[in-house]
């Protein structure tokens, strides 16, 4: 009788022990789980897998691998919200032209801010991250930055900017290798169901644009037409411009899958996407 005992009682002290190191296993695997999914820091200091999401400034961001790239998968949205006010009308110097992305050959051709109070309430050097958001939706379209704010008052190209760090404001160049990539199609670039007709999104490379507008065109057509953002790459105008302080913006519209390269005044707000510093 006390030999059943023993026996039965060395059995279940070891089903005990498989349970528990079962239980351990599984838990080992559901953090390892839970951790190639989401990065919980905010400054990014470690590195992290292209594809995970990360935490930045208390936001979640997914990461999408496109080529040899990997980007941000959501417009970034860090920062004081600040009111804005325009005032009078948009008054181009020349005519706003949307231009085939081409970086070799395409002219620079763009509008420019009419005058320096078109906006009231400018994002300022005051090392505080300021942004506009769309009638304060910031959350679901990121928000809207100058281009020395995006910066952060660098005019280096691939600059930190407002990134977290291991990421930086990409260069023109980094915008050419990723339209290469998926073959200048902007519907790949787009999230499904935004656009219309020959511009519908089919968001093959998981890239996401969301298409709202800017807020140079505010009560205007443009709202919910095209999306456009800062690449960390300054054009010089030549100096017959009132305003001879551009950067490269990459955009995408609503009715077709043409991507659009242009240079815009600095002074107007767009959008930014992060791209993840290479590691040679």
Request: hydrophobic share 35%; proline share 4%; glycine share 8%.
């Amino acid at each position: 009788m006390k030999k059943i005992i023993l026996i039965t009682s060395v059995m279940l002290t070891l089903e005990v022990i498989f349970a528990q190191t079962e239980i351990e296993i599984n838990q080992s695997r559901l953090s390892k789980h839970s951790a190639s999914q989401k990065v919980g820091y905010d400054s990014v200091d470690k590195e992290c897998n292209c594809g995970e999401i990360i935490i930045y400034e208390e936001e979640f961001y997914p990461t999408v691998q496109i080529g040899k790239q990997c980007w941000f998968a959501k417009n970034l949205n860090v920062g004081i919200m600040i009111p804005y006010q325009t005032t009078g009308n948009y008054s181009p110097i020349m005519t706003p032209q949307m231009i085939p992305f081409n970086f070799k050959s395409a002219p620079i051709n763009t509008g420019v801010i009419g005058s320096p109070h078109y906006l009231i309430g400018t994002q300022s050097d005051n090392s505080i991250i300021e942004k506009y958001c769309f009638d304060a939706d910031c959350n679901i379209y990121g928000g809207y930055y100058q281009w020395d704010e995006a910066m952060q008052y660098s005019t280096t190209p691939g600059a930190k900017g407002i990134c977290p760090n291991g990421w930086h404001i990409p260069t023109s160049e980094e915008f050419e290798i990723l339209l290469e990539s998926i073959s200048n199609d902007g519907e790949a670039l787009k999230k499904i169901v935004h656009g219309i007709s020959n511009g519908t999104g089919t968001n093959a490379s998981g890239f996401s644009i969301l298409i709202r507008g800017d807020i140079r065109h505010q009560g205007e057509n443009y709202i919910g037409s095209i999306e456009a953002f800062w690449s960390s790459t300054e054009v010089r105008m030549p100096k017959t411009y009132i305003i001879a302080r551009y950067a490269r913006t990459l955009g995408v519209c609503d009715v077709n899958s043409i991507i659009y390269m242009n240079a815009y005044s600095k002074y107007i707000p767009f959008n930014v996407r992060c791209i993840k510093n290479r590691t040679e």
